[in-house]
């Protein structure tokens, strides 16, 4: 059979136009299932035509469609298992994934604020502990500064206590309007020491000296300074077994043999 | 347009229309069911009617759906024929002279056509619509009688006052233009 011919004799046109006899109908199926070109001609007018009735295409009222729906037998249990499901697989996850960031958001608002909270305390911490740290010091050198300070009295209460302990003032002369200082004197050890109240400051190269006087005749009984820090109370190592009275002069530093009298600042007599 | 881009999965339709799936005759129906009731209106001219039988129609085809062979033709060409066929029998019923009936409606096709285009402005359509003015009119005119009218070969010829011989020669050429035209 030639299919050229066949195809171009205008049987599928009037077939797709539905415009054949039975017979005529059966013959063009026959031959479009067995040869490829009819059915592919075929195939082109039938989309012809389809397009050229969608010209046509008016929306139905949407009772027909109703009616339909009540009317066919559709698989209603497979249905109604089917049909939810995409509704759920759309909402489902789009819902679960904006709870995820939600979530997401929150928890890591909550830890930015958690970190800024933290970071405060810390700083907050470090400037208590700093000032802590300050007030210990000062604490600890003041505690330091008593302790010195009650050392210092305890030893000059230790020498107070001592029986045979005298104590004499002596009292600055016109070179010395101000001074005033203690002289501890005891009859029984022969020791003897002295507190300055208030004397004036020297020069390094020089220092008081403290002389006692034995039958008219002026005797070293040691240098001290004017003030020390250490020991409120200067012992001075010599050994007064009598004394008529107590003198002070300024002398080079380490002392003199002899007083220079120039230079007397007190005078204090023994009362026996 | 849209329906060309379903034919992949035209097979997986079918499958699942004979398991009686309802979303996919929901499918079938929103996708077809414009072209087929403007096929089916511009057979019967009558609102109510073309409703009725768009009805029935889609009833046929859920029926009949065992009845598609996919390998001697087009689901939406299947659906045409279906739709067609049912308009044109229900018209012979009821009117005993089919033929002078249609003659005296011809004035009103254009005036359907142009009440249908104004009520749904399809931009696809308009597109369609100036494609097909190309078409010539004596061969728009056959088309329409044979497609939409229901007319036999003899009884165009008669209509229009021309031989056999011109008829079917001039549905070739109209078909074969149709198809150039939507290339």
Redesign the interface.
């Known amino acids: 059979m030639n299919v050229t011919e066949y195809i171009a004799s205008g049987i599928l046109e009037s077939y797709v136009m539905g415009a054949v006899s039975d017979q005529e109908r059966r013959e063009v199926e026959c031959l479009s299932s067995i040869y490829p070109d009819v059915r592919q001609e075929l195939d082109h007018l039938s989309v012809a035509l389809e397009q050229y009735t969608q010209l046509y295409s008016v929306e139905p009222p949407a009772s027909v469609k109703a009616k339909l729906l009540a009317q066919l037998d559709f698989d209603q249990p497979q249905e109604t298992v089917v049909r939810p499901m995409p509704v759920d697989l759309t909402t489902g996850p789009t819902y679960t994934y904006r709870l995820t960031w939600m979530v997401a958001a929150s928890i890591g608002l909550l830890v930015l604020l958690f970190s800024f909270y933290l970071l405060s305390q810390l700083r907050t911490n470090q400037n208590t502990l700093a000032s802590v740290r300050t007030s210990n010091n000062s604490l600890q050198s003041e505690v330091r500064k008593l302790k010195d300070h009650q050392a210092q009295a305890d030893q000059a209460l230790a020498l107070l206590r001592q029986p045979g302990l005298r104590t004499l003032e002596l009292k600055g002369n016109e070179k010395a309007p101000q001074g005033n200082m203690l002289v501890f004197w005891n009859t029984q050890t022969h020791q003897v020491a002295v507190q300055v109240q208030s004397l004036p400051a020297l020069p390094a190269d020089k220092q008081y000296q403290l002389w006692y006087m034995v039958k008219g005749k002026p005797v070293d009984a040691g240098v001290f300074e004017a003030s020390n820090a250490t020991e409120l109370v200067q012992r001075l190592n010599r050994s007064v077994d009598r004394a008529e009275a107590f003198a002070v002069t300024v002398e080079k530093r380490g002392g003199s043999p002899t007083p220079t009298l120039s230079t007397l600042l007190a005078l204090a007599p023994i009362s026996s | ?1 849209k ?1 060309q881009s379903s034919l992949v999965s035209e097979s997986v339709l079918i499958e699942k229309l004979t ?5 996919a ?2 499918w079938l ?1 929103d996708q077809y ?3 087929l ?3 089916v ?2 057979i019967v001219r009558d ?1 109510d009617q ?2 009725d039988l ?2 029935d129609i ?2 046929k085809i ?1 029926k009949n759906l065992d009845a598609y062979d996919a ?4 689901l ?2 299947w659906m ?2 279906v739709a ?2 049912t308009a044109i029998d229900s018209l012979r019923a009821q009117k005993t002279q089919p033929t002078s009936a249609i003659r005296t409606d011809e004035e009103n096709v254009h005036i359907v ?1 142009r009440q ?1 285009n104004t ?2 402005p ?1 931009p ?2 308009i597109g ?2 100036e494609v ?1 003015s190309q078409l010539r009119p004596e061969r728009k005119q056959l ?1 329409d009688l ?2 939409f009218g ?4 003899e009884e ?1 010829a008669e209509e229009l006052k021309l031989p056999l011989g011109t008829v ?2 001039r ?2 050429a ?3 233009e ?2 150039q ?2 290339k």
């Open positions: 347009m329906r398991r009686r799936d309802q979303q005759f929901q129906y069911s414009p072209a009731y403007g096929v209106l511009r609102e073309a409703a768009l009805q889609f009833v859920w390998s001697k033709g087009r939406f060409t045409l024929n067609r066929n056509d249908h009520e749904q399809n696809d359509h369609l619509k097909v088309i044979i497609y229901g007319y036999t070969h165009a079917k020669t549905i070739r109209a078909l074969q149709l198809k035209l939507f």
